[in-house]
C-alpha cells in the first residue's frame, strides 16, 4: 500500500471512530478518504503527527483567519446555526487554494490542547489533599499548554448530582458525578503554580492561541468558547508557566512550589505522549524529589497508554481515563485509584470507598 493509500485508509477509520461525537469531521473524513490530493497533503507532517486531526486543525486555523468565509459557515462553533449543505466543497477548495500554506503548518505544528474541563477531575482530589495537609495547593502542572489548567481556582464548577462550587466565573464547567466523590464545599486554599511544557503557549499570541482554538473540534462548540474565556481569563493574570522537559524540570519545580504550600503535580492525557520508559523515569523522578518534600501527584492517563505509570487499573488494556492520586509521605508512595473519568471532564465515576 502507497504511502497515500496508507493515509486514505486511515481517514476512512476516522470517519466511523468520529461520527458519534463529530458529526462535521466524520463527513468531510469521509471524502478525504477518497481524495488522495487532499488526503496526501497529510504526509508534509513529521510520522509522530501524521494523523487525521492535524490537517483538520491546519483547515481550521485557516478558517479562524478568515480565509473561507464559506467553510466558516458549516461550523457549529462559528454559526449558531450551520450551513445543511455539503462542506465538502468549500473544504476541497480551500486545501487546492491554499496546499502551500497548509503544508507549512502540517510540517511544523503539532495538535496541542489544553482542556480545562480536567479541572472538574482535579477539584474533589484537590480537596482531599488540602484537608489532609492543611497547606495551600500549589500546583505544578506537566504538559501545561497555555497553563489554561493553573487557573482552576478561578472556574466555577456544576456538579450533577452535588451542586455549585465556585465562581462567579466566566467560565462554569459541568460534570456528571457518580458514587461518593467528596466534594469540596469551598475552593480549597492554594498558592500560585507553575506550569512546564515543552512547547508552551504564551496566551498574549494571538497566533499562538489561535492554534490552540484550531486544534478544538468545531463540533464541541461548548469547548471552543469555554477555552475562548479561559485566554481571556488567563490575559488578565497570565499563568507562571516555563518552557522545559518533564522529566528534567519537575523536580526543581516541586522544590520551588514547596516554598510556598504543599506541592501537587498534575498530568492530564500528557504523559501519553512519553515512552514507557520516559513515564518509569518521571515516576523515578517524583520518588526522588520525595525523599527532600512531601508532594502529591494528581493524574488523569489512560492506563492503556501509559505502561509506565504505577496507575491501579482493572486491565492492562484499560482505555479509559483514570483518575488516581498517588501521595509521597516522608519518601513512602502510596497510589489511590480514585475513579473513571471523561477525558475532558464531563463525567467522573468515584470509585473509591472513602473519600481518603
Given at each position: 500500500?502507497?504511502?497515500?493509500?496508507?493515509?486514505?485508509?486511515?481517514?476512512?477509520?476516522?470517519?466511523?471512530?468520529?461520527?458519534?461525537?463529530?458529526?462535521?469531521?466524520?463527513?468531510?473524513?469521509?471524502?478525504?478518504?477518497?481524495?488522495?490530493?487532499?488526503?496526501?497533503?497529510?504526509?508534509?507532517?513529521?510520522?509522530?503527527?501524521?494523523?487525521?486531526?492535524?490537517?483538520?486543525?491546519?483547515?481550521?486555523?485557516?478558517?479562524?483567519?478568515?480565509?473561507?468565509?464559506?467553510?466558516?459557515?458549516?461550523?457549529?462553533?462559528?454559526?449558531?446555526?450551520?450551513?445543511?449543505?455539503?462542506?465538502?466543497?468549500?473544504?476541497?477548495?480551500?486545501?487546492?487554494?491554499?496546499?502551500?500554506?497548509?503544508?507549512?503548518?502540517?510540517?511544523?505544528?503539532?495538535?496541542?490542547?489544553?482542556?480545562?474541563?480536567r479541572c472538574a477531575l482535579f477539584l474533589p482530589a484537590f480537596g482531599l489533599v488540602a484537608a489532609q495537609t492543611g497547606h495551600p495547593i500549589t500546583q505544578v502542572d506537566v504538559g501545561t499548554?497555555?497553563?489554561?489548567?493553573?487557573?482552576?481556582?478561578?472556574?466555577?464548577?456544576?456538579?450533577?448530582?452535588?451542586?455549585?462550587?465556585?465562581?462567579?466565573?466566566?467560565?462554569?464547567?459541568?460534570?456528571?458525578?457518580?458514587?461518593?466523590?467528596?466534594?469540596?464545599?469551598?475552593?480549597?486554599?492554594?498558592?500560585?503554580?507553575?506550569?512546564?511544557?515543552?512547547?508552551?503557549?504564551?496566551?498574549?499570541?494571538?497566533?499562538?492561541?489561535?492554534?490552540?482554538?484550531?486544534?478544538?473540534?468545531?463540533?464541541?462548540?461548548?469547548?471552543?468558547?469555554?477555552?475562548?474565556?479561559?485566554?481571556?481569563?488567563?490575559?488578565?493574570?497570565?499563568?507562571?508557566?516555563?518552557?522545559?522537559?518533564?522529566?528534567?524540570?519537575?523536580?526543581?519545580?516541586?522544590?520551588?512550589?514547596?516554598?510556598?504550600?504543599?506541592?501537587?503535580?498534575?498530568?492530564?492525557?500528557?504523559?501519553?505522549?512519553?515512552?514507557?520508559?520516559?513515564?518509569?523515569?518521571?515516576?523515578?523522578e517524583l520518588d526522588r524529589v520525595a525523599t527532600e518534600v512531601d508532594l502529591s501527584w494528581v493524574s488523569v492517563e489512560s492506563p492503556a497508554q501509559t505502561p509506565g505509570l504505577p496507575i491501579?487499573?482493572?486491565?492492562?488494556?484499560?482505555?479509559?481515563?483514570?483518575?488516581?492520586?498517588?501521595?509521597?509521605?516522608?519518601?513512602?508512595?502510596?497510589?489511590?485509584?480514585?475513579?473513571?473519568?471523561?477525558?475532558?471532564?464531563?463525567?467522573?465515576?468515584?470509585?473509591?470507598?472513602?473519600?481518603?
Amino acid at each position: 500500500m502507497t504511502e497515500t493509500a496508507e493515509l486514505q485508509q486511515m481517514f476512512r477509520e476516522f470517519a466511523v471512530t468520529t461520527a458519534p461525537r463529530a458529526p462535521l469531521y466524520a463527513r468531510l473524513s469521509a471524502a478525504i478518504a477518497d481524495d488522495p490530493e487532499v488526503a496526501g497533503l497529510l504526509a508534509a507532517a513529521p510520522p509522530s503527527q501524521g494523523i487525521p486531526v492535524l490537517l483538520f486543525a491546519a483547515v481550521h486555523d485557516l478558517v479562524l483567519r478568515g480565509h473561507a468565509p464559506d467553510l466558516a459557515a458549516h461550523y457549529p462553533n462559528l454559526t449558531d446555526t450551520p450551513a445543511a449543505d455539503d462542506p465538502w466543497p468549500a473544504f476541497r477548495d480551500l486545501c487546492h487554494r491554499e496546499g502551500p500554506t497548509i503544508r507549512g503548518l502540517l510540517a511544523t505544528r503539532h495538535t496541542q490542547t489544553n482542556e480545562i474541563g480536567r479541572c472538574a477531575l482535579f477539584l474533589p482530589a484537590f480537596g482531599l489533599v488540602a484537608a489532609q495537609t492543611g497547606h495551600p495547593i500549589t500546583q505544578v502542572d506537566v504538559g501545561t499548554s497555555a497553563g489554561l489548567t493553573l487557573l482552576w481556582h478561578r472556574y466555577g464548577y456544576e456538579y450533577e448530582p452535588g451542586g455549585a462550587v465556585g465562581g462567579p466565573s466566566p467560565v462554569v464547567l459541568p460534570c456528571s458525578v457518580r458514587g461518593a466523590v467528596p466534594l469540596p464545599t469551598a475552593m480549597p486554599r492554594h498558592a500560585p503554580g507553575i506550569g512546564l511544557d515543552l512547547q508552551p503557549i504564551d496566551v498574549t499570541d494571538a497566533d499562538a492561541v489561535r492554534w490552540l482554538e484550531a486544534c478544538c473540534w468545531p463540533d464541541q462548540a461548548d469547548r471552543f468558547h469555554r477555552l475562548e474565556a479561559a485566554v481571556e481569563l488567563a490575559r488578565a493574570a497570565p499563568p507562571e508557566i516555563r518552557q522545559g522537559d518533564a522529566v528534567a524540570t519537575v523536580s526543581a519545580a516541586v522544590r520551588e512550589a514547596a516554598a510556598h504550600g504543599h506541592p501537587v503535580v498534575t498530568t492530564s492525557w500528557a504523559l501519553s505522549y512519553l515512552p514507557e520508559d520516559g513515564q518509569r523515569a518521571f515516576v523515578a523522578e517524583l520518588d526522588r524529589v520525595a525523599t527532600e518534600v512531601d508532594l502529591s501527584w494528581v493524574s488523569v492517563e489512560s492506563p492503556a497508554q501509559t505502561p509506565g505509570l504505577p496507575i491501579p487499573s482493572t486491565a492492562a488494556t484499560e482505555h479509559l481515563s483514570v483518575l488516581a492520586l498517588t501521595t509521597w509521605r516522608g519518601g513512602e508512595r502510596r497510589v489511590h485509584r480514585l475513579g473513571t473519568a471523561h477525558p475532558h471532564g464531563y463525567w467522573l465515576h468515584w470509585e473509591a470507598a472513602t473519600g481518603r
